[in-house]
């Protein structure tokens, strides 16, 4: 096999999972726009909301075409509607916390009396 015709294996049990988690990660920036999946649909290009629909059940991706209309019409990196929960949810944490103060401490002494 010559260097460009590698490719990467993932595990067909592994293939449900990443499309739900695609999927999730596209609902919530669309919903974070205020956008319907009929609206997403039409500035993508698409004729109506039934492939998105199944793109954010999980049913399905998104061809590499539609992928990078979508992130454009989100605002988005293509990166960002595919990488793995742990890492985003990581990344907003400490993106949250970078913001915040440190929590001043809670005076419970009413409580235990």
Known sequence: MDDHAKTIEIPAHEWKSRMLETGYRLRAARRDLGMTQQELAELVGLANYRPI???????CLPTTGVLIRLARALGRQVSDLLRPLDLLAAEH???????????????NSAERR
Request: hydrophobic share 35%; no cysteine.
């Open 93 to 107: 944490l400490a993106e949250a916390l970078a913001q915040r103060r440190p929590p001043r401490p809670v005076d």
């Open 53 to 59: 629909s199944r793109f954010e059940r999980g049913a």
